[in-house]
C-alpha cells in the first residue's frame, strides 16, 4: 500500500529532531516542508529529493504532490515544525489520502511548548499549583467554539499555553484577567524557543504585553500563564518522598530507633 509520512521536525534546534524523523527526511524521494519553519539545517539532511515549499501552495497543490508522488511508490515525506498533531493540520490530509487509499503515518515531534518550557527551566504542572495544562490559541481568524474562550478556560487557574497568538496579547492579558486570574500572574513568552535567536520575556498579565510589544515580537512565540513561571510556594513530589510506597520502591519506615 502506497504512504505517505507526517514527520515532526522539532522547535529549531536541529538537534532536536528525532532519529526516526532524521531518518525520513535523508531518504525521502519527496519533501513537502512548511516554509521558513523548518530549519534549513534539517532540508539540508535531504540530499537527493525534489522539495517543495507549502508556504507557496495551496492545499489541493500539497494533496496532488502527495498523491501522485505515494503511488509512484515514492518516499514522500511531509514535514511539519514541531509535532504535526499540535496545529498542524493533518486531519484534512490523512483523510483526503485515505479515500484515495494512502496510508497516512505520522511520526511526532518535540513542539514548541516543551522547548519554552525548557529554555524557561520550569516544570509546567507543579504540586500544590497545577497539575493541568490547557494549549489553545487566541480567536482570530480562525474561530474557536464559546465554551473555549479564554475567559472561560481562564477559570480553571491552570497553566495556560497560547500558539499562534502572541500578536493577540492584549486580548489574551484581559480575558485571562476577567477569567480570574490576578493581574499579578506571571507570564512567560518564549520567542523562536530552541533557535539561537531565541528570546525570553517575563512579566505579569498587567505588563507582558508592553514588554513584547517594546521587543517587537509578533509571531513565532509561545505565550505561557501561570503561577508555574514563578512560583511563590509548591509541594514536594510524593513520587520521591520516603513514605511514598509504589510498585518498584516500599516505603521507608520513620519510626525514630531505640
Known amino acids: 500500500m502506497s504512504k505517505v509520512y507526517f514527520v515532526g521536525c522539532g522547535p529549531g534546534d536541529p538537534e532536536l529532531i528525532t532519529i526516526k524523523a532524521k531518518k525520513l527526511v535523508q531518504k525521502a524521494d519527496v519533501l513537502v516542508y512548511s516554509g521558513s519553519l523548518i530549519p534549513p539545517e534539517i532540508i539540508k539532511y535531504n540530499k537527493k529529493g525534489k522539495k517543495y515549499d507549502a508556504a507557496k501552495l495551496v492545499r489541493e497543490e500539497i494533496f496532488d504532490l502527495l498523491l ?71 480567536e482570530s481568524r480562525t474561530k474557536v467554539p464559546k465554551r473555549e474562550k479564554i475567559s472561560e478556560l481562564a477559570k480553571h487557574q491552570s497553566t495556560m499555553i497560547f500558539y499562534l497568538s502572541v500578536h493577540l496579547l492584549t486580548k489574551i492579558t484581559k480575558e485571562a484577567i476577567d477569567g480570574g486570574y490576578k493581574k499579578t500572574t506571571p507570564v512567560a513568552v518564549v520567542y523562536k524557543a530552541s533557535r539561537k535567536d531565541q528570546k525570553i520575556i517575563l ?56
Open 68 to 138: 501522485k508522488n505515494s503511488k509512484k511508490g515514492k518516499v514522500v515525506v511531509r514535514l511539519h515544525d514541531g509535532d504535526p498533531a499540535i496545529y498542524g493540520a493533518i486531519r484534512e490530509q490523512i483523510d483526503n489520502l485515505e479515500k484515495k487509499d494512502i496510508e497516512s503515518i505520522v511520526v511526532p515531534g518535540v513542539t514548541s511548548f516543551l522547548a519554552s518550557a525548557a529554555a524557561l527551566g520550569t516544570q509546567l504542572t507543579l504540586p500544590g499549583v497545577t497539575q493541568t495544562m490547557i494549549i489553545t490559541r487566541a
Open 203 to 258: 512579566g505579569t498579565l498587567s505588563d507582558i504585553a508592553s514588554k513584547v510589544k517594546a521587543k517587537k515580537i509578533t509571531m513565532t512565540a509561545i505565550v505561557i500563564i501561570g503561577d508555574v513561571i514563578k512560583p511563590k510556594t509548591y509541594e514536594y513530589s510524593k513520587l520521591y518522598d520516603k513514605t511514598f510506597s509504589h510498585g518498584f520502591r516500599k516505603a521507608k519506615s520513620t519510626k525514630k530507633k531505640n
